[in-house]
């Protein structure tokens, strides 16, 4: 099957705000046509314009800057648990972790699942796809199959956090081997999602310097995306990664203080064409939710900053800055990136991992 | 000279921001008398509540939370330059490093001056004292007296995000020994003063990642404050420190990430017990402005948060949390730290300095 | 009985920021004694300090800048709806008002029930205190029992957004009469609690110009509050109120912006003696919540500021700035007020109420 | 002259934050060709790209959201004093009051100066245009010419809060007929520019309940722009503005509670039937720089919010919420409106109002 066949797209989630992104995301898409939308029991047997709409108010919960697309305003939301997929052939979903838990797999029985969901991220047989990073994990597609005797198969996307780390880690992983990475998150109040999401009273004039679960799976999938595939399994990347992530008041855009130590010595040059150089094979593919680059570098000093430079690309883009030499660490470089954690980091990343796995013959 | 007698103090800068802390801190001072205030050409002859008034609004420009102490409002404010030395035992200073290169050297030249410039700091002559840190930096004072003839000294106090770094590590590098320090900061607004500050515009929503100098005066300070003497100068301590300074939309507290890898294994517990265990000698010297702890650890797992910890002890305490093991530095640990960037690390930390200074009789 | 005696307390609602609150603004109280703490049926049989931890984070849930009081760390949290009233004279309730409608008359049959919900405030029969404004209406606890059967009452305190318009307004009415009123509010997010509260992705950046239910509250207990006893019920008071109510990032303290139409020409002058003034007898009465002043007049021309004044008397003092001739309404005037919405406008005014009426015997 | 002919421009302030604005509302525009900067001697001689390049830290002061247009980059600034006006048929000025004083004057003796300074807003023979409001107010070009023997003339445009008060107006003017307005604003910090601006540390958590000269500038301007040409000179509109003018922690888009006495009776329906038709012949006009519509109404309850919907219409767009009947003004209505600042608010709205002027021949 070519990449010039549209395909039939179900969103799961579509009510949410993560939800809402896929279908901005997927708006007047050239190889992706929503045939259906599906969410909670509470949203089932709705025309989604009346879904998002706040009975006892009146108001309309639409969470995107960009308005709601018109087409799927008058889709009729499916319950997620009965969703039809005769007429599927990729389910993207946006649901919480416990949910995905239990529908995932109902729907990777038939058709593959390009998910935010944390669910089976930490599972053997399940590949983390990032663009332009780690493709030869699909190995682990066939595995997945025969161990779970599923037709399609499920992949999530990293954390959001991950997602910039992974980025800017790459290029330098590929060219001068990495010996170890220090980082601090300041993460924006849009990772956490509105139920319950983060309190103008909690982070008002504040940070909260704790995000429960938040570095382990920063420090787990840093390794596990940059490990390489070996006998139907992956090695995790032999380098150690320690984090303490927190949250800032900013709406949009994760913020990290990176430390790396490299394997070979590279000057800050070096480092600049590695990241300058290191996707033009996948940028080349020309996806069509594809950014001109994925990871940009700024002379500029006092950048990057989420305000200024999330939207960037549309979000799709790593924006790096103030390189330095670090006297710590082994070879030691530092940095400040800055990734838009709704953007690249959820719906919009999720839908180029699909573009991406079409056009790499993985979703056939 | 005892701690007894009231010493005739002058503050100048009186009319700024931290100048005006100065005179909150010494309120009703038992060792502190203020006798005279200084400030530029500008505010000169006026009596202090006219120099605060803002001609075309009529607004008074007053900065602290706690009101203006009554007494101070009627002293008539005189040019810095031209200050009267005769009955006036010790200067504090709160000036702009330029205007102290100029007025600090006349003023040492008779008598003590703690300041919170850092026109000085960087001197080889020049102690920069943290109380319960580095008494024994006072050998600096014969040496600096000999090189410049001054019957005076001049002591500038820490840059403020060094202040809260060096109180934490100071115990360990005691008990342990430190090897290097990795330190990420996220910085209130009131560090930067009023002239510029930070303008909303360019903070709201958003982290800056860049202030200028900042990085290398806490790398810089952090090895001359915990450095040793030897033979009249200071040998820096033998350990790195490679820190990215950053700037929130958070008005007081400055928040720091820190990774530190140790000379010598130690337990999470053996880490709280030097934090708790660390200041007991210099507590045990009661001082007026010294705080029960200077370091605190809490369990609470979110915290240390600036707009809930940062007044702890009236700013006087850094809040320690989240420590963990770190696994990439060799006998690494990792945590977070607030420190109350317009108390301890500015105006009331130099009163507590001068109050060391005087109990310890190197002022006398 | 007299005031020296100290009354018996149960709060209900005690986990909660209200309660919290309450348990604050009661600890040493010379008056009242904290026998009983109530909460729902979750936190029953637990120790407060267990009923205020996370379980799943170990964090402590606790929401006062203050600490909790250590005495009430080890009383055991019943079950609202089986609080034992047998040693209780008082009761304060901090609870929703659906929950409210339930236990409130359960209590109110035995004892007086101060609470800051709204379940009764609009009954008839139910008189809504602001302590120096309309202690008359103590007429309508009769009239309340004799309605329902009750040996206590009950006394809900008015909208926090109410509170401190009343208290400027009620001197203007006594003394030049008002014949309208337009306010335009900005308020706190603590005012909508925690849950769901304000979610900073909401607010940051940004204003939401619409509060549910809100000007309608505001308008209606103006009028109930300003209004006269007359045969047993109380005429509202016969002015208009139209209000906008807004919802701004900002902590604590609420802004309004008020037009006001006298009935009788006033100067400026006039109207700040009327502030200066309007309260010296309540004020005279010494209660030991009261602060010395109920609104305050500051001539600073860019004051009242939330953040520079909410805490002016531990938040029990209404702010009041920029009095200017207003030219549109009937000998208008304008001016600008700040009232602490989570102090004088909650549990630290119910506290004073509940003291109000032991001085005044109607809790006896 | 046909608007077909496109106009040489010049722009002068073009290195701050509104004369920045001019160029992205230039770029690539159909009518207007940039052909001359000016700016203060300190910028005359450089490149623009050297003239926003900070000589200290190497970073480019661009303020805007918009990348800098590239062909402006490489044109060298003149100083304002000695602009050459030679090929130049239009100037957009965009400096403070006092230089614009000085300039405007040399500008208007030769051409069309189309200002966003207030130099000669409350000038008798000085047009304050507002597009689809008061064209009829050209009549003043010729009375201002013949005054002050100027070839050119200059225009000012309104302050920034009264553009979207007075959009808000117009229609309900026309139709009902305007008895009195009172309104309240909550204004972005961005009005307030960047010299001196608005700190942080000033409005974090806060609200400054005082803009100088800001109430007086909307009264007086309100009634000039809605008032009728007679005899050569404005008579101003006959109702009363009443105006309390705040400051919040809000970048971008001014918000104001209004409330309007009408002088006939109108529903709430025949006024949002005026603001939907009350511009249809301007926008018949098809200017390039006009939005679809100028005022919009919206039925969303929580509506209008700055961060969602300031970007109407690329800022063009005023729009309007929460209408409601008033019962306190005579025929009284209610709604809230928000204006984008720094878009129809400053630049844009300058660039709108010199194309009207070009397309009703005022400009030839």
Redesign the interface.
Known sequence: MSAAKRRRVAVVGATGVAGQQFLVSLKNHPWFEVKRLAASERSAGKKFSDAIKDA?????RWFC?EPCPKEFLSITVEHAEKLILDDIDIVFTAIESDAAKIVEPIYAARVPVVSTASAFRYEKDVPVFLPGVNIDHAALVAVQRKNRGWKGFVTPGPNCTTVGLVFSLKPLYERFGIG???M?S?QA??GAG?S???????????????I?KEEEKVQTETQKILGKIDNGTILSAPF???C?C?R????DGH?E?V?V?LQNKASLQDVKNAWRDGYAEFLSLGLPSAPPELVHYT??????????DR?MNDGMTTVI??LRE????PN?I?Y?LLSHNTKMGAAKGAVLTGEYLIKTGIIE
Chains 1, 2, 3, 4 share one sequence.
């Open positions: 006892s108010s009146g108001a309309t800057d170890s990475v220090i601090t300041m109040v849009s509105r319950p999401g983060v309190l103008s009273f909690d982070i008002l004039d504040n940070i909260v310097p704790y429960p150690n990664v320690s303490t927190t800032v008041n900013v709406i913020t203080s430390f130590g002379e500029e000093p006092f950048r990057p900053q989420p305000r200024l939207n800055g103030r670090d006297n710590v660490l030691g530092k400040v």
